[in-house]
């Protein structure tokens, strides 16, 4: 996928969602109008039956008249199950493909959907916002409905009555405008609950997911009232929303209301001068009943389509939001060295950093700066392209190469890699063949977690490996990133829960396992520096001393101190 295939116009999420489903919504809108049709004939059937069996005694007629009124009854209730399911396929559907969109924009190799998301809030535009963006598929076989009954009701009123018809006509167009009118500002209203609510989701989404951190350093009393003035938000906005809605609900009662009572004055007014039937009368306030249920669905139609347009506004702007890396289509030579190179490179706090790290070497980098070496391992994973200098892969700048490709060359195993929710299999088998893996566990010394977990391989984790300890999650991730076999592999602090005993073991069985390939480990790890074949000082930015760990122990005051920090 490139770049532009990744845009799309705001009004282009609700386009798309319609028209993507417009076999549907034809069918399902057709059946509706079919079915309100119908129950704006239900009043007139039973008033010609007044008026030509009842009044006149005539039993053959009045047979004729009931059956009429049961087929119509049949046609309209088959008519509103089969559309209602037409219109709700078609706004689940529609949902599914948005969040299908969503999902491989989140996911995109390229990045950038997240920039300054958190992981709740794209977890509330993938899901109630899609779905609200689907819905609209409800509400034009709904407002088409509505439409339809309106439409069969006035021209049954004219044809009782020119009066009754004319008023149904003249007064109805400025009556439904009027109530658009009032739903405009519900858009902005909705827009901003939505926005605040998938704020506090957010929130929660964090606060869960650092659950033990917080519970270690003490600091649950902090994180309560930073999800309360959040949750005080989303009330407030939902309330604000919630307020205008009733508003808009209540004058669109309190104006058809009014409306519906001037035609039944106006119709008993007719009957009593005699210038039309009893059954008419009777079916003229029958239709003046029917037209309360058109009018209140216009105002749901209204309230909808405001709910639906600020949801496909986050929707856009998430499918809208630019890409972090740019540029590249070429494939990684074949087969892969493993060289990687920086030069001149400036990024974040990285100042015309140089490094060389040669085909098959077991190098270690040292920050003596964690924002220094997050920097780094951001710009080998490809997730941002620095600033200016070039970052290469065997002589090729990244920038040439297609980021999803170059990333089955590249894996990078970041400090805080994620477990997925399902078996220990699973996730060490994702991206791994199967002879790798058992190699990959030794060498990860995840023996006594397989051993502990009941089921072993085939164990649940739960979600984001929560059911293991912080150094047991660590172990199955390194085990995940050298089961894939990468011919680069870049590894940050992926020992740093693990005790100094294990973490020794882990070293040199990593090495062992590695052996011939590129592996860049960035870490002040003791252990892990001294399996490095070679070791480079990062500081200022800038590549200072390199050597062996022992050789920049003795001679290095700064690398020392990044070590023994």
């Known amino acids: 996928m490139s770049p532009g295939a990744l845009r799309i116009a705001h009004g282009g999420v609700l386009r798309g969602a319609i028209w993507g489903q417009r076999r549907r919504v034809a069918i399902g809108s057709a059946l509706l109008i079919a079915h309100q049709a119908g129950e704006a ?37 088959v008519s509103y199950r089969f559309g209602d399911r037409f219109v709700e396929r078609a706004s689940q559907t529609a949902a599914h493909d948005l969040r299908l969109a969503l999902t491989r924009r989140i996911l995109h190799p390229r990045g950038g959907a997240a920039e300054g998301r958190p992981s709740g809030g794209l977890l509330s535009i993938a899901t109630s916002d899609a779905s609200r963006v689907g819905e609209v598929n409800v509400v034009i076989g709904v407002g088409a409905s509505a439409v339809a009954g309106i439409t069969v009701a006035a021209a049954a009123l004219l044809q009782i009555s020119l009066v009754l018809g004319a008023l149904v006509l003249v007064g109805l167009p400025p009556l439904l405008v009027l109530i658009h009118l009032l739903g405009r500002p519900l858009v902005r ?25 917080l519970k270690g350093i003490g600091a649950e009393s902090a994180a309560i009232e930073r999800y309360r003035d959040s949750s005080r938000r989303s009330l407030a906005a939902t309330l604000r929303a919630a307020g205008a809605e009733a508003t808009v609900a209540g004058v669109g009662i309190l104006l ?22 009893l059954g008419e009368f009777i079916a003229a306030v029958g239709l003046t009943g029917f037209l309360t249920g058109p009018l209140s669905l216009s105002s749901y139609v209204v309230l909808d389509l405001a709910r639906g347009r600020a949801s496909a506004g986050r929707v856009a702007g998430l499918l809208d939001s630019p890409v972090a890396v740019t540029g590249g289509t070429r494939a990684p030579s074949p087969p892969p060295a493993g060289a990687v190179a920086l030069r001149d490179v400036r990024h974040r706090g990285l100042d015309g950093l140089n490094l060389e790290i040669s085909a098959g070497e077991h190098a270690a980098i040292v920050a003596t700066d964690a924002a220094d070496g997050a920097a780094l391992v951001e710009l080998l994973a490809r997730a941002a392209d620095p600033q200016a200098g070039s970052v290469q ?29 399902g078996s220990l299999s699973d996730n060490l088998r994702a991206a791994a063949p199967g002879e790798r893996v058992d190699a990959a566990l030794v060498a990860a010394d995840v023996a006594d977690v397989v051993a502990a977990l009941p089921g072993g391989l085939d164990a649940t984790l739960g979600e984001r490996g929560r059911s293991l300890s ?34 020794a073991r882990i070293a040199a069985r990593v090495r062992d396992l590695r052996a011939g390939q590129t592996t860049i480990v960035v870490t002040s790890s003791p252990a892990l520096l001294a399996a490095a074949d070679r070791v480079v000082l990062l500081a200022g930015g800038r590549a200072g001393a390199t050597g062996s760990h022992m050789q920049l122990m003795h001679r290095d005051a700064h690398y020392r101190a990044a070590v023994l920090a």
């Open 41 to 77: 004939m239900v009043p007139v059937i039973v008033g010609a039956t007044i008026d030509r069996a009842i009044v006149t005694g005539d039993a053959g007629a009045l047979g004729v008249w009931l059956g009429v009124l049961a087929v119509t009854f049949a046609v309209l209730s």
């Open 189 to 213: 209203r909705a827009a901003s609950e939505q926005a605040e609510a998938a704020g506090a989701t957010g929130v929660a989404a964090d606060l869960i997911a650092g659950l033990r951190v």
């Open 256 to 277: 058809t209301g009014a409306f519906l009572a001037l035609v039944a004055l106006i119709g008993g007014r007719l009957v009593a001068d005699g210038r039309i039937e």
């Open 393 to 421: 892969l065997d002589g090729v700048a990244y920038t040439e190469l297609d980021p999803d490709l170059l990333r089955a060359v590249v894996r990078v195993s970041a400090h805080d890699a994620e477990l997925f929710d």
């Open 470 to 503: 912080g150094g047991q999650r660590q172990r199955v991730a390194l085990a995940r990133a050298l089961a894939a076999d990468a011919a680069v592999l870049v590894l940050h602090d992926p020992t740093t829960a693990v005790d100094a005993v294990t973490e």
